[in-house]
C-alpha cells in the first residue's frame, strides 16, 4: 500500500485544564491518498470536532496523543523541502478567508504571494495570466477583481479569490471549513460550483468541513458524521442523508430543510436543547443520553462501527449483528468499488 498523502493515526485532541478537560476529537484514525479525488465532508454540530480535525490535519494544532502524517513524516517534524512541499500540497479555504488578511493590501496580493513563493511564474506577465486564469476558472472577471481591497468585494467574491487561490497552487488536498456559512444562499451555489470544479478539472479531494447537511449533500461524495469527536456514521452520503442509521444522524437530518418535499423534516430542535450532559462520566455511547433508543449495553463501552453497507457504516449497537469495523478501516468506506 502506497503511503497516505495525509493521516491521523489514533489522534486525541484535548482541551482545557487537567480538572476540566474537553476532549474535541477522540481517537480517530483516518488516512487520505491523494489518488482519491473525492469530496468527503466531516459534519456535526458545534463542539463536535469538525474544526479540530481540520485544525489538526493543517498542523495549525498539536495532537494531546496520537500522530499526523504527511507523506509519512508527523507534521511536527517537517522540515526544510517537506515543509515546502506540505505548504504547497495542501491547501485550507477557511470561512472568512480575508480574516487574516491586511485590509490594506488589494486582491492581487493574495494571488501574487504564492505564485511568488511557489515559484508559479517566471514573468509578471505569466503571474497576470495565471491570476486572470484562476479568476475567471471560479467565475470573476479580473478586470473587476484585481485592483481591489478586500472591503470593495462581496462575501462571495471573496470567498471565491479564496478557491482561485488554491486552484492556482493545484493541491493534492483542499481542507475547506464551513467556506460559503457566510455568503447568501444566493452565491452558495457559486462557490460550492467552483469546489466542485477544482475537484473535477484537477483531481483535487477536498475535506469540506460543515455543520449544514444541505450543502453537503449537495457538493459531496461521502461522509463523516461527528460527535463529541468521535465517528457516529460515515460512508456514501447520499444513503446516508437519505436513510440515516445512526439515531444522531437522523436527529441531525430531521431538524433540516430536506429538498425531498415528500420527508417531514423538523422535530429535532428539541432533542438538540436537551443536550446538556455530564459528557465526561459517559463510559458507552457518548450519545446515550440523547437517544431514544438506549439499551443497557449502550453504557459498557463505547461501540465500534458496524458495517451495513460496502460504504456505509455506524457506530451504535443497534447494528452490533453485523460485522464491525477496526478503527484504521474508516477510509476503506471511502474507496472505490
Ligand atoms: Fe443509541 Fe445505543 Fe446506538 Fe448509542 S449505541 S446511538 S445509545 S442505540
Redesign the pocket.
Known amino acids: 500500500m502506497s503511503t497516505p498523502l495525509l493521516e491521523l493515526r489514533n489522534v486525541t485532541k484535548i482541551f482545557g485544564s487537567k480538572d476540566n478537560p474537553t476532549v474535541a476529537l477522540d481517537d480517530m484514525t483516518l488516512a487520505m491518498d491523494e489518488s482519491f479525488p473525492k469530496i468527503i465532508t466531516v459534519a456535526g454540530e458545534s463542539g463536535s470536532g469538525k474544526t479540530t480535525m481540520g485544525m489538526l490535519l493543517l498542523g495549525f494544532y498539536e495532537p494531546t496523543w496520537g500522530q499526523v502524517l504527511f507523506r509519512g513524516q508527523p507534521l511536527s517534524a517537517l522540515k526544510g523541502d517537506h515543509l515546502f512541499q506540505f505548504r504547497r500540497e495542501i491547501q485550507a479555504v477557511f470561512q472568512d478567508p480575508f480574516a487574516v488578511y491586511n485590509p490594506f493590501y488589494k486582491v492581487d496580493n493574495l494571488l501574487e504571494i504564492p505564485i511568488k513563493n511557489f515559484k508559479l511564474a517566471h514573468s509578471s506577465s505569466g503571474a497576470r495570466e495565471l491570476m486572470e486564469d484562476a479568476l475567471e476558472r471560479v467565475g470573476l472577471r479580473p478586470e473587476e477583481t484585481l485592483g481591489r481591497y478586500p472591503h470593495q468585494l462581496s462575501g462571495g467574491q471573496r470567498q471565491r479569490i479564496a478557491v482561485a487561490r488554491a486552484m492556482l497552487l493545484k493541491p493534492k488536498l483542499l481542507i475547506t471549513d464551513e467556506p460559503v456559512s457566510m455568503v447568501d444562499a444566493s452565491l452558495r451555489s457559486t462557490i460550492l460550483k467552483a469546489l466542485r470544479g477544482l475537484n473535477q478539472e484537477f483531481g483535487t479531494p477536498i475535506f469540506y468541513i460543515t455543520h449544514d447537511l444541505t450543502t453537503a449533500y449537495h457538493i459531496s461524495d461521502y461522509i463523516i458524521i461527528l460527535y463529541r469527536g468521535s465517528v457516529m456514521e460515515a460512508g456514501n452520503v447520499d444513503t446516508i442523508i437519505r436513510n440515516p442509521k445512526?439515531?444522531?444522524t437522523q436527529l441531525l437530518v430531521s431538524s433540516i430543510p430536506w429538498p425531498d418535499p415528500d420527508l417531514a423534516w423538523g422535530g429535532g430542535e428539541e432533542m438538540i436543547q436537551s443536550s446538556q450532559v455530564a459528557f465526561k462520566t459517559i463510559t458507552?455511547?457518548k450519545?446515550?443520553p440523547r437517544?431514544p433508543?438506549?439499551?443497557d449495553?449502550?453504557d459498557t463501552k463505547p461501540?465500534a462501527l458496524f458495517s451495513l453497507e460496502r460504504d456505509h457504516a455506524a457506530?451504535?449497537?443497534?447494528y452490533r449483528d453485523s460485522e464491525s469495523l477496526a478503527r484504521e478501516e474508516l477510509a476503506s468506506l471511502f474507496a472505490e468499488a
Open positions: 445512526h439515531p444522531y458507552g455511547c450519545f446515550a437517544c433508543y438506549k439499551m449495553i449502550c461501540p457506530a451504535c449497537y443497534l
